[in-house]
């Protein structure tokens, strides 16, 4: 999803690989692309850098977000995705 989503603002899908181990990735200075999975605490987002990066994005997507209410995130859309069977998938938007 996160590579249509980057085609969709002018990002080639080639360049998305998942942040899973770096924590985040940015791709041609317009999208940030972060995965919260293994990060604990709001703390360790501070000690990465993660709260400064958000402030200098437009688009920025979340994989796995935890206290995302501590983000101070203006406006977002939140996407929850259920697998249905082995090649169904559900969106749920909220």
């Given at each position: 999803m996160i590579k249509g989503f980057a085609e969709g603002i002018g990002i080639a899908s080639e360049k998305v690989q998942s942040p899973t181990?770096?924590?985040?990735?940015?791709?041609?200075?317009?999208?940030?692309?972060?995965?919260?999975?293994?990060?604990?605490?709001?703390?360790?987002?501070?000690?990465?850098?993660?709260?400064?990066?958000?402030?200098?994005f437009e688009w920025i997507v979340i994989e796995w977000p935890k206290r995302e209410d501590q983000l101070d995130l203006q406006d977002f859309l939140s996407i929850k995705i259920e697998k249905i069977s082995a090649d169904t998938r559900e969106l749920i938007i909220f």
């Open positions: 181990y770096a924590y985040l990735n940015i791709y041609d200075d317009k999208l940030l692309h972060i995965d919260m999975y293994r990060l604990d605490s709001l703390e360790e987002m501070i000690e990465k850098g993660i709260l400064n990066q958000i402030s200098e």
